[in-house]
């Protein structure tokens, strides 16, 4: 293992002269809750982004699908046995299904087969035992939280602490949806409009893998979108300057996977920085990069604290390095860490 806890200075000298150091000025990067507080409560559940406010999280992240009856609701996935009890609940026991889903065959209960009163009769449960067994004192407590449940929430905290909380709501599978009579787009604008969120300066960003979500909601709606793109070979030609110019044309901004700026070897060795946030700043957009955690597991070799993969690492010097490399916000599992890596 590389030695631990090396200052910001001493990691940028050892990545070379090469390294494209973004020419624009960081203003103060925004600390997006990932699935809330999901280091510390299950995921997608109010008591996760409760968490995240009470943390200090600028916005909290809700993944969103769509229920049979047609309510948004947060899940990460739309097939849900691995967040909630389903699997150990008989009633539900014929509504296991194989279905492909984006081009892959999935098995497992789905949202779109279930009514909301029906989801609402089934419990939260961490996504990550092995890695997170703390959280397992959780299972079985809380709901799947409806959209519009969450913007209370938002709301609530809101007047409690004095400050906005913004919302950085995510549509999951949106061209699936689509085809199955289950359009998100409509819905999630129309929520998101009866609450007082419909213009660029308010404090909302929608988030979308697919760029033809992002089309249409750019038609709908002036609330600032981001196109997310991992590092996976089907997102490349979005992530090259003409690629990042044209999704300028519907976005505000990227939500890049952190390898595309700090490539990372299969053994865990981080390689040189990509020009990546130079180029999308080149083309007017914001960069939100994800997911920072604490998990020993998700970190660079030389960031890691031992050898234990549930063990927390250095993920304030990788926050600070990819501020240092010019990114706008941090999607974290861990906002109050997150928070002090900032400071
Ligand atoms: O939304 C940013 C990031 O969350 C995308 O990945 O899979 O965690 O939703 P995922
Ligand atoms: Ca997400």
């Known amino acids: 293992m590389p030695r631990q806890g090396l200052a910001l200075a001493a990691l940028v000298a050892t990545l070379g002269a090469a390294m494209p150091l973004s020419a624009e000025p960081v203003a103060k990067p925004i600390v997006i809750a990932h699935r809330g507080a999901s280091g510390e409560r299950p995921e997608h559940t109010l008591a996760s982004y409760e968490r995240a406010i009470a943390l200090g999280a600028d916005f909290v992240e809700p993944d969103l699908v ?6 948004l609701v947060a899940r990460h996935e739309n097939e849900i046995s691995g967040t909630t009890d389903v699997a150990a609940r008989p009633e ?4 296991k299904t194989t279905k492909s889903i ?46 519009q449940e969450i913007i209370d929430l938002v709301r609530a905290n809101e007047t409690a602490a004095g400050r906005r909380i913004g919302l950085y709501p ?42 033809e979500n992002l089309k249409e909601l750019r038609g709908l709606t002036k609330l600032r979108l981001i196109q997310l793109m991992g590092a996976e070979p089907h997102f490349a030609a979005m992530t090259t300057p003409e690629g990042l110019k044209s999704v300028a044309t519907y976005a505000d901004g990227v939500g890049p996977a952190k ?22 700043h080149a083309a007017g957009l914001k960069v939100h990069a994800w997911t920072f955690r604490v998990e020993n597991y998700f970190l660079p070799a030389d960031m890691r604290k031992g050898l234990n993969p549930r063990g927390r690492g250095d993920m304030a010097a990788e926050i600070r390095l990819f501020v240092e490399l010019g990114v706008d916000g941090v999607f974290s599992d861990n906002p109050g860490e997150a928070l002090a890596a900032l400071e």
């Open 66 to 71: 769509m229920t049979r009856d047609g309510v």
């Open 92 to 95: 539900f026991a014929h509504r």
């Open 102 to 147: 984006d081009g892959e065959a999935v098995t497992g209960w789905f949202t779109e087969d279930f009514t909301l009163a029906e989801l609402k009769t089934l419990r939260a449960r961490e996504r990550l035992p092995k890695l997170r067994p703390q959280n397992t004192v959780y299972d079985g407590q809380f709901e799947i939280p409806t959209l």
């Open 170 to 211: 995510e549509t999951k599978h949106p061209g699936y949806f689509q085809g199955i009579g289950l359009a998100m787009e409509r819905p999630l604008v129309a929520m998101l409009e009866k609450n007082g969120y419909s213009h660029a300066g308010d404090p909302v960003f929608i988030q979308s893998f697919e760029a």
């Open 259 to 280: 390898a595309l700026i700090v490539p990372v070897s299969k053994l865990g060795k981080r390689e040189a920085p990509t020009r990546f946030v130079a180029d999308a």
